[in-house]
């Protein structure tokens, strides 16, 4: 809870500090039209990426395979213009990390290995010990 709140008040903070240093570089209105530019080219490049995701993901159907790249990847072209949309330098860098294929995909493949190595670790460590009891009222029964 405590790092929720942290990432809650930190982001704004630091999104702000970086609009400030940027906007004493190149100008207050400079800053506030690059902060627009880099929405709209963002969600325009998230449209066609989640166009050529949703394509991808039909094909995969087609060949009798489960498209689940393509589900993952949907839901991060999604979280990337969500993070497009918010004003700001340091969402806007995320949401490009996230839109660019190639970024995407070690993104991806980076989060799978590590929820698999965690999952080994938990699998490794679940050990079920039980003893067999026999019930006698049961042998009883079946003799009657």
């Given at each position: 809870?405590?790092?929720?709140?942290?990432?809650?008040?930190?982001?704004?903070?630091?999104?702000?500090?970086?609009?400030?240093?940027?906007?004493?570089?190149?100008?207050?209105?400079?800053?506030?039209?690059?902060?627009?530019?880099?929405?709209?080219?963002?969600?325009?490049?998230?449209?066609?990426?989640?166009?050529n995701t949703i394509r991808s993901g039909i094909k995969n159907l087609y060949e009798n395979k489960t498209?689940?790249?393509?589900?993952?990847?949907?839901?991060?072209?999604?979280?990337?213009?969500?993070?497009?949309?918010?004003?700001?330098?340091?969402?806007?860098?995320?949401?490009?990390?996230?839109?660019?294929?190639?970024?995407?995909?070690?993104?991806?493949?980076?989060?799978?290995?590590?929820?698999?190595?965690?999952?080994?670790?938990?699998?490794?460590?679940?050990?079920?010990?039980?003893?067999?009891?026999?019930?006698?009222?049961?042998?009883?029964?079946?003799?009657?």
């Amino acid at each position: 809870m405590n790092s929720l709140l942290l990432i809650i008040i930190g982001i704004p903070v630091l999104e702000i500090f970086v609009m400030i240093k940027i906007g004493q570089q190149i100008g207050a209105l400079n800053t506030v039209l690059l902060i627009f530019f880099t929405a709209i080219i963002g969600v325009y490049y998230a449209r066609i990426e989640g166009l050529n995701t949703i394509r991808s993901g039909i094909k995969n159907l087609y060949e009798n395979k489960t498209p689940i790249y393509e589900m993952i990847s949907g839901a991060s072209i999604a979280i990337a213009a969500i993070l497009l949309i918010l004003p700001g330098f340091i969402t806007d860098t995320l949401g490009f990390l996230l839109i660019f294929p190639t970024t995407r995909k070690i993104l991806i493949n980076t989060f799978i290995k590590k929820k698999n190595v965690n999952q080994n670790n938990d699998e490794k460590n679940n050990v079920i010990e039980a003893e067999i009891v026999e019930e006698k009222d049961k042998d009883k029964k079946d003799e009657l």
